[in-house]
């Protein structure tokens, strides 16, 4: 068993860790091209768990499963970036995700991920990495959260969380690189929506892809 601990920068929901950048954590702890993370309870921020036969531990709570995946689906198409920065004009945010480290608006330490349509069951957003992170794979499954949850249609009125990830990060951005995030509705079942997003890089290469299941909230 190994430990560990979610710096409370990296936040989702206030006081909990973001879905996709500990899916990355983890994800980095598997041998595999893609990896599925199935999220059990809320991460904890700044608290110590136990990482081991596939499980996140907090104390005796299951917060999290991981282990080898497969990916089913295409990855959503890319857009330009200038068409991604005219689609995060039309972003609208609220006081439950302003101060995500991905997509909050109110958070200028985050990744200020807005996505907004490009198309009915579309969304996208610019991202430049800076050099207050680490360009890693946690960051880049942190990039491929957010713009699957704002393609669900009533984000703002009916919200979901991250329920399970599977990603795949063949590449890495530079610092300073100008790429597009893409998120793209696949369906929906009940409580539960199925996305996928991707992100790109300048130059048009895939950097990352994954498939979501968000679960909304009652």
């Given at each position: 068993?190994?430990?560990?601990?979610?710096?409370?920068?990296?936040?989702?929901?206030?006081?909990?860790?973001?879905?996709?950048?500990?899916?990355?954590?983890?994800?980095?702890?598997?041998?595999?091209?893609?990896?599925?993370?199935?999220?059990?309870?809320?991460?904890?921020?700044?608290?110590?768990?136990?990482?081991?036969?596939?499980?996140?531990?907090?104390?005796?709570?299951?917060?999290?499963?991981?282990?080898?995946?497969?990916?089913?689906?295409?990855?959503p198409q890319a857009v330009?970036?200038?068409?991604?920065?005219?689609?995060?004009?039309?972003?609208?945010?609220?006081?439950?995700?302003?101060?995500?480290?991905?997509?909050?608006?109110?958070?200028?330490?985050?990744?200020?991920?807005?996505?907004?349509?490009?198309?009915?069951?579309?969304?996208?957003?610019?991202?430049?990495?800076?050099?207050?992170?680490?360009?890693?794979?946690?960051?880049?499954?942190?990039?491929?959260?957010?713009?699957?949850?704002?393609?669900?249609?009533?984000?703002?009125?009916?919200?979901?969380?991250?329920?399970?990830?599977?990603?795949?990060?063949?590449?890495?951005?530079?610092?300073?690189?100008?790429?597009?995030?893409?998120?793209?509705?696949?369906?929906?079942?009940?409580?539960?929506?199925?996305?996928?997003?991707?992100?790109?890089?300048?130059?048009?290469?895939?950097?990352?892809?994954?498939?979501?299941?968000?679960?909304?909230?009652?």
């Amino acid at each position: 068993m190994t430990e560990l601990r979610v710096p409370r920068r990296f936040n989702g929901p206030p006081d909990s860790a973001n879905g996709g950048y500990l899916g990355g954590l983890l994800a980095q702890r598997v041998d595999a091209a893609a990896v599925t993370v199935v999220l059990r309870s809320p991460p904890p921020l700044d608290t110590a768990m136990t990482v081991g036969g596939g499980q996140l531990l907090h104390d005796a709570t299951l917060v999290a499963e991981f282990g080898p995946g497969e990916l089913e689906d295409d990855a959503p198409q890319a857009v330009s970036y200038d068409r991604a920065v005219e689609a995060g004009q039309f972003y609208r945010s609220s006081d439950t995700f302003s101060s995500c480290f991905v997509c909050g608006s109110a958070r200028a330490d985050g990744l200020r991920i807005g996505p907004g349509p490009v198309l009915d069951d579309t969304v996208a957003a610019p991202w430049i990495p800076d050099d207050s992170l680490a360009v890693d794979t946690a960051l880049l499954w942190a990039a491929l959260d957010c713009p699957g949850a704002w393609s669900l249609p009533e984000m703002l009125v009916r919200p979901a969380v991250l329920g399970r990830m599977t990603a795949a990060v063949p590449d890495l951005p530079e610092v300073g690189e100008q790429c597009v995030t893409v998120g793209r509705l696949r369906g929906e079942s009940g409580r539960k929506a199925f996305a996928s997003t991707a992100v790109y890089g300048s130059d048009g290469r895939l950097l990352g892809r994954a498939e979501q299941v968000w679960i909304r909230l009652p």
